[in-house]
């Protein structure tokens, strides 16, 4: 890479989606920190693209080559991907490559509620690492507790590993971020709409007042929590979101695969289920009169009645409606998780 004597060149890279936001809310501030810390001029760019990876799942290297030949100009490159990385089991925060002067940055094990502060200290000790030895202040004093920096396995490469026993969780909490539950709920508007005309029938009928006044509220909630997993299995099992290892050294990755692909789903169900009974529960204010449901029931309506009734007609709706629904695209649903992500990349790529 060529080296400017009037400006220090500086580029950006971020896989799309979350890791792109993230760039986007430092880029400001690591600029000036950039500039306090390096002295003169330099200039930060930012550019959103995606890394190879092998058939195995790992971040293929040889694209540390290709971003050091289409960066020609940058004296400094590091990229924030989403990719979750591991060295033998251990969370691989940031890796820098000083020959090219590449840093690479994993978004899922900086954690789900990595601060700009967090991400920002991570992209400087990478960057102040990448400077020719005695530039810029010790990289050591932007250094974390919860993270160390030592050699790995691949030759001059440098390693920023997270602690082994919260690195791992904070790594899945991280793919779960990174999958954006949230914004895959509206996906669940078939599943919605069936879930939503079973459980219509707990406000009508007399006897699911009843069974819903009859259950303690360990046993609703046991409904509840049977309804959401049976729903989560069905959707793994049809649409093959299970990952295997296609070898031993990959347990470990794939293992924060599947936890991600579980903790997604979850989010995604629950709120679908809480949905329900809300909506359950307004329309069952609205139309059942609290007079004759005391006659039915045998014993005085209170509030919490109206709200048993809708949380069990919510996991009938989840039983019955939901599991025989599909999403409105199954395409969404596979894009929802890191494993299949990964996949598509791999055949886009492969292209």
Known sequence: MSTS???FRIMLLADPGLPTRRVNSIQESFSAEARR???????????????KIRPDDTLDLSAVREIDEENEDADAVIMLTEIPRHTKGHPLISEIFPEQNIAIVSCPTLGAWATKRRIQKVFTGSLLRLLPEGTGP???KYDSRWSRWQDTERGAALGLFAHTFTGGPRTVLGMVLGNDPMRAVPKLSSALAAGAATGAFGIFYSSIWQMADALSSTRLLLVGLAAVATMIFWLILRDGLWDRP???????VVTLYNGSTVITLLVCIMVLYLFLVLVI????LVIIDAEYMSNVIGRKVELSTYLHIAWFSAGLGVFAGAIGSSFDSGVDLRRLTHGQRERQRQYTQGA
Request: aromatic fraction near 4%; proline fraction near 3%.
């Open 5 to 7: 004597v009037n400006t």
């Open 37 to 51: 810390l390096i002295g003169g001029e330099v200039s930060v760019h930012s550019e959103t693209r995606m890394l």
């Open 138 to 140: 010790d990289p050591e």
């Open 246 to 252: 296609k070898n031993r050294s990959l347990a470990t």
């Open 281 to 284: 529960f307004l329309g069952a």
